[in-house]
Structures are given as C-alpha cells and as structure tokens.
C-alpha cells in the first residue's frame, strides 16, 4: 500500500513541476509580449513532439471509439497547460493520500 501512495505522489510532484515550468515559461513569454501569454496543452505536446500527438489521435480514434477525440480530448488539450498539469498534480497527490490514525504515531 505504501509503494502505491509513493507512486501517486511520485507522479504528483512530476505534474506540479510540470506546471510550474510551464507556467514560468508563460510568464516569460507573457513579459517579453507585454500581454498575457497561455500555452495551450495542445500547443505544447505539439511543439514537444508533434508525431506522438498525431499518434495519440489515430490510436484513440482506432481502438477507443471514432468519436472521443473531438468532444473529450480537444476541449482538454485547448485548456492552459499550467491549469492542467495543476489539476493533475492535485488528482494524484489526493489519490495518494492517507488520512492520518487517529490516535497518531502511540498506536498499539
């Protein structure tokens, strides 16, 4: 059980830093424009690695259904990496977490 908290919160910490270094290149880019600047998800897995994303689409077309990858992942992929890679920071660390006994470390 403890190897599969430390998996989630393993991953928690890589989206978190994910999010953060999206959203300071954000900024960077927000000050060197003088306006404010979002990288789409979209926009970023296509400037990291534009065949994986083409991949991605014909696979999810071809083996889940021909109708997910407009109405489910597109609007995701349209959101601010930031926000998404926060919102699966946060998904992760609370599947991961364990509420604490009750009577503490002086348990039986």
């Known amino acids: 059980m403890r190897i599969i908290q430390f998996v989630f919160h393993l991953v928690s910490a890589l989206a978190l830093v994910a999010a953060i270094g999206t959203g300071v290149l954000d900024s ?5 424009a003088s306006s404010l600047i979002l990288t789409s998800l ?10 994986s994303l083409t991949l991605a689409e014909i696979y999810a077309e071809t083996y889940i259904s021909a ?15 930031f926000a998404i890679f926060l919102a699966l920071s946060l ?18």
């Open 67 to 81: 109708d997910i990858w407009r109405p489910l992942v597109a609007p995701v992929l349209a959101q601010p990496a």
């Open 91 to 108: 998904l992760f660390w609370m599947a991961g977490y364990r509420k604490p006994d009750f009577a503490g470390r002086f348990t039986a």
């Open 28 to 32: 960077i880019q927000s000050v060197s």
């Open 42 to 51: 979209g926009n970023a897995w296509l400037n990291l690695d534009p065949e």
